[in-house]
């Protein structure tokens, strides 16, 4: 079980980066192709917006890669919990406040990875 929750990490962590690229870096051509019902005259006046929330999305992949190299396995595995719960957090408000889609995309895995590591 233990390879398939550093794959589950692993897979949110890349997410997690994918989204930190597109929101920092093409924000105006990747952006209007993942966000296709944002008004396309929005995107390049919010783009230091799009920027911002890919840093954050860059801090969350960054804490889940850093469980990669901690030794302990308990605090791995409560990092691990931290972030992923904070990356089922937005994703589940995402879905709220956006479109419920990014439930699947976002929170369903970081809460998949949260059981494995509880049931391990």
């Known amino acids: 079980m233990d390879i398939f929750i550093k794959i589950i990490i692993g897979l949110v962590a890349f997410l997690h980066l994918y989204f930190m690229y597109f929101e920092m870096f093409?924000?105006?051509t990747t952006g209007k192709k993942v966000f296709k019902t944002f008004p396309s005259e929005l995107f390049e006046p919010t783009k230091?917006?799009?920027?911002?929330?890919?840093?954050?999305?860059?801090?969350?992949?960054?804490?889940?890669?850093?469980?990669?190299?901690?030794?302990d396995a308990n605090w791995s595995n409560n990092i691990a919990i931290f972030f992923?719960?904070?990356?089922?957090?937005?994703g589940i408000y995402g879905a709220l406040t956006v479109t419920k889609k990014i439930f699947f995309i976002q929170a369903l895995p970081a809460l998949l990875g949260i059981a494995l590591i509880l049931l391990s």
């Open 48 to 71: 230091s917006m799009a920027a911002n929330q890919g840093l954050y999305n860059g801090f969350l992949a960054a804490g889940l890669i850093w469980t990669f190299f901690i030794s």
């Open 84 to 90: 992923l719960g904070c990356v089922a957090v937005a």
């Open 26 to 28: 093409a924000w105006t």
